[in-house]
Structures are given as C-alpha cells and as structure tokens.
C-alpha cells in the first residue's frame, strides 16, 4: 500500500506494524507528531498497546527501559529530551533489553534551534546503542520494523536508535509503501523477553550492583553484543529485501565502483548526494565518484568501510558531519572514518578532510556535493588541505575561493596558500538542470497551505507520481508568511527528493505577500513558470507587473477567499487554492484526485469538495468582472484600505480626532 | 484544596473508604508468615530502612499478588543487589536515583498491555516502587508527582531516613532542621540544617494520592495494613516508611525501638493516614497511633549525635519544639473529639520533666 505521510508518520507506521505494546512519550519538536500518530491510533482502536504521557524525556526513557523488560517499547524524541534521556539510556544497553526510539534529529543548543541537525545523535554515541540513520521516510518505517529484528536477535539484545533528519526528513511528505501486517509479522516473530519481570517462576533482578570483576565482565560481553549487532544488521537487511524489496546494509556505495573520489556521510542529505553523484558521473574532466553513506552509524563497520575503500583505490574522502567536533580533531563521522582507514589500512589510508555542514536546519543542497567533489578532486592531486574541519556556507571561510575580498584576514594568512592552490574545477560546478516539477506555495500560517499540498501530494502519489512535499517549518504563528515547496518527478523515476529550489509553478494564498519585498514569491520561478494568485482585486497584468514577471511566465488569479465565503467556509479557501493548482499544474489528473479527495477531504466535506471544483473551474488568467463585496462594517473597510504612506502627519492626527469624536 | 475530615477513631484498622473488603489484619503483633529479603544484605546493624522493606514485601505478598518491585538507587538498593540479589522471591527492576516513580509507571504500563493480549490476568501483580527520602523528597520528586499526577495504579514506598546515608550522610530535602549531615555542618556560621524538612505525604496527597500513610518498622501491624491498603486501593498509594540510621543520625546501634518510641511520644513522628476522594473533593485523616505520654522533644534530639549541636542552643530547640506543636495542632479537633483536646495545647517546653498524658 503505497501512501503519502511525512517521516514521523513513517516511523509511527513502523512502530504499529511492529506491534509495539508500550509507548511511553513526551513531546518535543520536530519528532512530536510520531508520539501524536501512535496516541490517535490507541485512542481509536487501530493499534494495542498502552501509551503513557510522562512528565519528561527522562521519563520517558525510564518507562521505555522498564517496559522493555516485559513488552516490545518504543518512544521517539529529539534533541534536548534525547541528551535529557542519556541519564537512562545506559540502563538499557546496560540491562541488554531490546526497544527502538525514533530520534527526528535536531540541533542540541544554545542557542536554542528546533531545525535538523546530527548533534543530538552524535552526543548519545556513547550510551551503548545501536544507530541506524535513515535517509527518508521509507528507510525511517523500514528501519524500525528491522530495529527490532536486530535489536531481540539473541547475540545482540541491545537497544536501537532510529534516526532521521529533523523536518527536512521527519516532516517531509513522500510515498511510502506500507507492508501489510501479516508481512511484518511473518518477518518479525512476537517479542520474547528473556528475562521477563512479572515472572512468579523465576522472579529475577535487573541491574544489580556488580563490583569489578563482574562489571568488567559484564561491559565486555555488552561490547561484544554490541559488535554483534554489525552482521545482524547486514543479514537483517538482506532478509527484508527478499521480503519486501528493498535491502539494507551497513553502509551504501553509490557511484563508480572504483571511485577516486568519495563523499561520506550519513542521514537524509544522501538524497542531494545521489543527485550529484548521478549527474556529475562519467562527465568529461570528473574523476570517477562515490557518496559512501553509512546507515549503520553504531556499531561503526569500521573494517567494512576500509576493505570497501581499499578495493576501491580511492585517493580522497572528504566526510560530511552535520554536527560539531567540541574540540576533537573531526567532528564524529570523520573521527570515525579517519580511525577506521588509519586502523585498517594503515600506510595505504587515503586522505581525509572533513567539512561540517548542515547545522541547524542549514540547507544541504545538491550544489554543495558539487563543491565537496571539487574538494575531493584537488586533495587527491595533491595540493594541500586542511587537517581540521572545513565549514559549508560561511561567507569569510569559504572551502573553495571564490572571492578573495569576502574572506577573513586572520583565516587568510593561515589559510591562504590553501584556498591559493586549490582551484575551482569547471567540471564539477556544471549546474544541476531542473527537470522536475516544483511548486512553491506562499501563505499565511493558518491558511492552511500546507494542508492543502499535502493533499496535492496525497492525490498525486495515488496516481503512483512521485510527489515529495517538504514545508518550511519555525514558530511562526497565525498571520506569518510560510511557504511549502512541493515536487513532482518527471522522467526516470529516481525517486528524487532534491529540490533545485527553481519553481514551475508559485501559489501565492494571499495576495498582500505579492509585494512583500522580504519574501520576493517569484525570485526564483523559471522564466516560462506559472504564478497563481488567491485575489479578488488584481486582474493578472496588474500581478505581472506588480511581480515584474517575464513574457513567457503565465499569471492566473483565483478568487479562492470569495468563493471560500460563498461556501460558508470562512477563512479557509485552502481547498480552493487546491482545485486551483489542478487547473493550472496538469501533471496530477484532476479527475483521478477529485476521488482521492472524495474520500480524505476534511469536514465539512461536501463544501471543501465543491470548494475543489469551483477553484478548479473559476481559475482564470483574465480580469475578473468587478464584484462588489458586501461591506461587513464601513469604518473597518476604510480602516484596512488605510495606508500610511497616502498621509501627512497632520492628516493622520486630523483623522484620529476624529475618530475620537466619533 | 480539599475538604479535611477526620476519622473519629484513633488506631489502626484494615477497613479504608477506599475499599468494599477490609485488607488482612496480621493481628496484634503484625507477624506475617513468609519471607521478604533474604540473608546476604549488607545493611548496617540496626537499620530501620531493611526491616521497613522486610515487612513492606511481607505485607505485599498478603495481597496475593505477585511483588514486581522498581527499585531505585541508594544505599537499599546497593546494599541488597550487590554482586547477588537479597529480594527473595521478587522481581526487582533496579533502574536509576530519580526514576524510580517512571520505572513505576512502564512496568505498570508493560503489564496492563500483557493483560491486554490475555498472557496475564488482571490484578495478578502489585507493582511497588521502593526509594529513599533523596530519591523521592529531591531528584525523583518530578517523576514521583507526575507518576501521582497520572493516577496510575502502583504503590510507592519511601523509606525515609532524613540525609542521603548512601553517599555519606549529605542533607536532603527530608532532613531535620538543625542537623548535622556533611553537607550541612557545623561552624562559626553555619547551625547545622537551616531548613525544616518537606513532608512528602502532604505532597503526594497536594497531587492527588488517593492513599498516603506514613508508617513505621517498628508498628509491624500497622504498616502491614497501610502497605496492603496502599496496594488494594486503585492509584498511586504512597507509604512513608520512618528509618532508623544509626550511622547518619550518630546513634548506638541498638536504639532502634527506643528511638521510634521517643520520635512518637515527642509527636516529631506521626503515624496517620489520609484517603482522599478526590473527585468529591475531600480527604479523610485517620491519627493511627496515640502516645500514652508526651515528652518534650529534647529527649528525642538527645539521643542522636547530629543534633549535639543543636542542642546547645536552646533558641533552636524552642523552634523544634514550636514546630512539632504546631503540626500536632492540625489534629486538635479529633483529640478533642476523643477527650484529648485540651491538654495537648500544653507549651512542653515550659515543662521541664516529661508530662504524661492519659489517653
């Protein structure tokens, strides 16, 4: 069953196919909405199981390891509340009990950031856990379902940490394909705890106080159950490939064979990383490449990852960390990756730069890859490097030179002869063409924009299109201008999730953002792009002007509040903007979604789904006859007609004693 | 707040309001067949806190239920898990210091889903927690709160020996004030602990308890029954377990009842009971013990070593004194009621030998 949900849907889905029994859990963002999903489907009946609102992480990771010695358990966290967990979590590789928790990856702070990020991962890598790093959100349900395979395997029973990227994986709506619960559960046999608490029989004690010669004993045989989970993880994989088709390893090569060049790195941002990799492959003046990315963070396959870059021959890997090194010399990954070549291979270890990118929710753009490559081909010739970490994306520390001017003075007479030899190879930097489909959306919080891309990408991956949605995320509240950028594959199916920010199609749900200058909604349409406005007032030529638009880009308007209000819908003329996108986006057959939409709409379901039709009817790129709007309240009309810049001082004090008089 | 009511009866009884059956009465001397720990624990001689969880599980097993026990750290912990488990035939979930409250609450939660898919049946399991006064009145009161706050079935026993004994007698938020503890000394500055103790009972029943008692090793009958009551009645059940610690309160080793005696008869100890309905929006106080006499309270403070000091100054004793009297004072309506009202107002500090009072 192939659906449209974000990466926390995701992973709930693969906590309900799993049959867990006890989820504890606290809320915290980006990973909240998994919590929320599972507590719907207890409430309704859909899942078994008992869920707890405890008072905080700590816990939540309490009750996780406590239930684990009866139940299969699970949570999900982010963040603080997993660096809150780490207190616990100890207990649970400790105790070796076998639980998942999905971690939606998020900056650790101060300052406080709520976007994506490794760091929270990283500072548990000492607690004794398996991690898994998915790179979407049907590796994140994939993931769980075997988390549990390989966590009660019976050489291993240690815990496991899911992760994925915070909103650009946990809240980006893709199709994923749901396996049927007698499929997992044929793949996934019922939870068997070894040493089960409420055992009358065999009444038993978990973490006793144990003095050396016992405790050393004991870390050695954790360590070893740990290392173990390594080929578990790799037979576990390939299992659920014969099941369900799709495989998993340790790590993933994607690229030549035999690549020079290698970028490693974990997480969602392979998604970018493979786009590169398949477009700059086998051009003229590219070495041979390869993005290695580990999905099997801990256990690290140290020896795995060395043999695989020593067939290979590779000469330069450049390691992207999406986390901080606190004063090591790389940052995790990289340390990681240095110490396996170096231990491994010794004298043949090729060289090693690591770059730390993505912080905070920063970008990680296809683009970026192209420059990590470029990077990777000058140190493989030879020329000098860095031996601490580059950074993505700071104007005055740039990794290649592009302006001498904008770079750091102090960083120039350190790094000069650096940024000096190394040149910026054409070849590499060829730009990313835009063959997919993009829609951006600009609303207003509230507006309900998303919802209605989300929609928009339910019905498309009905159609069996590849639709990914991934909406901008802050504390914006009601009023603020959002945007959600969506995308539909065109082509070879790739199952892309890399957008090159360059829009077919921008909708602008309200029309007071068309001027904003802070926003610019068409700065980065394509030149024979179309522009879809909600608006009652503008006629289309006014908009192109007003947007300074091209002759070949196509402006339609939609009267979507007016219509919302005939329907006695209110605010909301989402749906209407949704019909409205139809008209003007072909790629997603109306009819087809009309069904879709027949069966998911929100209540009240009759008016949204004429609310559809008549967005999708009432879409014009001519002027719209002048209606006149019943005022609702004269003074509040003139109020909001009111703009500052069309009076005087005087006039304004004028008017407002007036008002005062009454 | 709630609406205070009082039990006109003063004693112990296995009826609670709480309850359609009375629990099991041990009858007077409290002996309970069966085991609790077993040998092997490396408690001190004389400690309060291994005899209260002795008799805490003896009472459980009254219940017929089997004893799941979440544990957390301290000095019961290490001294009854060390390289072997003291706990008899019980499970022990041993988790962390401030958890003991949400281990609690998943291991309840684990075996309501096992009822759920029909492996166990329903109401074949008490689940306890068991921690000191710094895993409760301190680092695990967040989790013991909300573990109350979510009414969740279980029974929490706090063993309260006023310090934190485990690490070296450092105060907590039980300590006495005035005492002497390693983190609250004496010197030219510094009198000992400057703060009065919290009172866990009055918090768990401010949360929401349905079930709060404080007991004492040395009542045996008593704390049977407020430990079954605790276990039969639906939602988180708190018991105080008042501990004798020879080491930290710098006492002989065979003072255990004496001491007990003295805490009761100075009033510094109270053995009550609380059952609050909280959807009526009352609670019902039962005073389960009444001493045949009341001394001041110097005669209790004398026989511990961290209250030497204290002792020296008589401002500070007064403030023990006033203290006691006034937190006896919340009872004056039920000593009344039973013909006791009137002399308990008696200022005992203005009297100086021990004034025995009839019941």
Redesign the interface.
């Known amino acids: 069953m192939r659906l449209s949900m974000a990466g926390n849907t995701a992973a709930a889905w693969g906590f309900r196919l799993s049959r867990v029994q006890c989820y504890p859990y606290y809320p915290i963002t980006p990973s909240t909405t998994c919590s929320e999903q599972i507590a719907a489907w207890v409430g309704n009946g859909d899942m078994d199981g008992v869920v707890i609102n405890v008072e905080s992480e700590h816990s939540a990771a309490s009750a996780v390891i406590a239930a684990a010695k009866s139940v299969r358990a699970a949570t999900a966290t982010s963040s603080k509340g997993l660096l809150y967990m780490v207190e616990v979590l100890e207990n649970g590789s400790g105790s070796s009990l076998p639980f998942t928790i999905f971690v939606g990856n998020r900056a650790t702070g101060a300052p406080i950031n709520i976007w994506g990020d490794n760091q929270d991962a990283y500072a548990v890598r000492d607690s004794g856990l398996i991690q898994i790093f998915a790179a979407n959100a049907q590796e994140a349900l994939d993931a769980v379902i075997q988390s549990y395979r390989i966590g009660e395997d019976l050489t291993v029973r240690q815990p496991v940490l899911v992760n994925l990227r915070g909103f650009t994986g946990t809240h980006t709506y893709e199709p994923v394909d749901v396996p049927s619960a007698a499929d997992v559960d044929s793949f996934l046999p019922s939870y068997l705890p070894l040493e089960p608490l409420f055992s009358p029989d065999q009444p038993v004690t978990y973490n006793a106080m144990l003095a050396a010669y016992y405790y050393r004993r004991h870390k050695r045989n954790q360590t070893a159950a740990l290392r173990n989970a390594s080929c578990v993880t790799e037979n576990v994989g390939r299992q659920f490939g014969e099941k369900f088709g799709r495989s998993y390893g340790k790590f993933d090569w994607i690229g030549d064979a035999d690549a020079d060049l290698v970028v490693a790195l974990v997480g969602e941002s392979f998604g970018a990383a493979e786009t590169i990799v398949s477009h700059l492959q086998g051009r003229k003046g590219v070495g041979k490449i390869a993005v290695l990315r580990v999905r099997l963070f801990n256990p690290f396959p140290a020896q795995e990852i060395a043999t695989r870059i020593y067939k290979a021959n590779t000469k330069a890997v450049v390691v992207l960390d999406e986390g901080l090194p606190h004063g090591d010399v790389f940052p995790p990954l990289a340390l990681r990756m240095a110490a396996a070549l170096q231990a491994h291979l010794g004298t043949q270890t090729p060289r090693l730069a690591s770059v730390i990118g993505g912080l905070g929710g920063s970008d990680i753009r296809p683009d970026h890859f192209q420059t990590l490559f470029n990077l990777a081909a000058n140190i493989a010739d030879g020329r000098p490097y860095r031996r601490e970490p580059y950074w993505l994306d700071i104007d005055e520390d740039p990794i290649l030179l592009t302006d001498e001017k904008k770079v750091d003075q102090k960083l120039w007479k350190r790094y000069g002869d650096v940024w000096k030899a190394q040149p910026i190879l054409d070849a590499y930097h060829k730009p990313l063409p835009s063959t997919n489909y993009e829609v951006r959306i600009y609303g207003r919080a509230g507006q309900g924009a998303i919802t209605s891309a989300v929609f928009f990408t339910g019905a498309g991956v009905e159609q069996n299109l590849w639709v990914v949605t991934k909406p901008t995320f802050g504390s914006e509240r009601r009023g603020a201008v959002v945007h959600t950028d969506t995308l539909i594959e065109q082509g070879a199916s790739n199952k892309t999730r890399a957008f090159t920010a360059r829009q077919d199609l921008v909708c602008i749900y309200d029309d007071t953002i068309l001027t904003s200058p802070t926003h610019a909604p068409t700065r980065d349409l394509k030149p024979d792009g179309t522009v879809l406005v909600n608006s009652s007032r503008y006629s289309p030529a006014r908009i192109r002007q007003l947007l300074g638009l091209g002759p070949k880009a196509s402006v339609f308007i939609v009267p979507a509040s007016r219509i919302a209000h005939e329907l006695q819908l209110g605010s909301f003329f989402n749906m209407v903007m949704l019909g409205a996108m139809h008209c003007v986006c072909p790629l997603v057959d109306f009819g087809a979604a009309m069904t879709y939409y027949e069966k998911n709409a929100p209540r009240p379901k009759e008016a949204n789904l004429e609310a559809i039709r008549r967005g999708y009817q009432e879409t014009t790129d001519k002027e719209l006859p002048a209606v006149e709007l019943p005022a609702v309240d004269a003074r509040a009309e003139e109020y909001f007609r009111w703009r500052p810049e069309e009076e005087s001082l005087e006039e304004e004090m004028l008017r407002s004693l007036e008002t005062l008089r009454g | 707040m709630f609406q205070v009511l009082f039990n006109s009866e003063i004693g112990t009884s296995p009826h609670s309001s709480l309850l359609s059956e009375p629990v099991i009465d041990p009858g007077e001397y409290g002996y309970i067949p069966t085991s609790g720990l077993t040998s092997g624990h490396q408690g001190c001689t004389g400690c309060g806190m291994v005899s209260a969880t002795n008799q805490v599980l003896r009472a459980l097993k009254l219940t017929g239920r089997?004893v799941?026990a979440?544990i957390g750290t301290g000095c019961n912990?290490?001294i009854t898990?060390?390289?072997?488990?003291c706990?008899?035939?019980?499970?022990?979930?041993?988790?962390?210091f401030?958890?003991t409250?949400?281990?609690?609450?998943?291991?309840r939660?684990?075996?309501?889903?096992?009822v759920?898919?029909g492996l166990?049946p329903p109401g074949?399991?008490v689940n306890v927690g068991i921690a000191g006064d710094g895993g409760s009145y301190d680092i695990g009161l967040?989790?013991l709160l909300?573990w109350i706050?979510?009414a969740?079935d279980g029974v929490y026993v706090c063993l309260n020996n006023e310090a934190y004994m485990n690490t070296g007698i450092q105060s907590s938020g039980a300590t006495p004030f005035g005492a002497k503890t390693s983190t609250t000394p004496y010197g030219k500055k510094a009198n000992g602990n400057p703060r009065t103790p919290q009172h866990l009972p009055d918090l768990a029943l401010a949360a929401g308890a349905p079930y709060v008692a404080v007991a004492s090793p040395v009542h045996h009958r008593d704390l049977a029954i407020k430990v079954q009551k605790a276990a039969m009645i639906p939602g988180p059940c708190l018991v105080e377990c008042y501990s004798v610690c020879p080491p930290g309160w710098n006492t002989e080793t065979d003072y255990f009842f004496e001491i007990t005696r003295l805490a009761l008869e100075t009033r510094l100890l109270i053995l009550y009971e609380a059952e609050l309905h909280r959807k009526e929006g009352y609670a019902i106080y039962t005073l389960n013990y009444l001493p045949d006499r009341f001394r001041p309270i110097e005669e209790y403070l004398e026989t511990q070593g961290r209250f030497k000091n204290l002792l020296r100054n008589p401002e500070m004793v007064k403030v023990v004194q006033r203290y006691v009297d006034r937190r006896w004072a919340f009872w004056a309506d039920l000593l009344e009621h039973n013909g006791v009202g009137e002399k308990v107002i008696v200022r005992l500090d203005s009297v100086p030998d021990a004034v025995g009072l009839p019941v």
Do not use: I, M
């Not at chain 2, 898990?81 to 488990?85: A, E, G, V």
């Not at chain 2, 706990?87 to 962390?96: A, E």
């Not at chain 2, 409250?101 to 291991?107: D, E, I, P």
């Open positions: 089997y799941a979440s912990e290490v898990t060390q390289n072997t488990s706990w008899g035939k019980v499970s022990v979930d041993h988790n962390n401030p958890n409250a949400s281990t609690l609450s998943g291991n939660a684990a075996y309501e889903a096992l759920q898919a166990l074949s399991v967040q989790a909300a706050a979510r969740e």
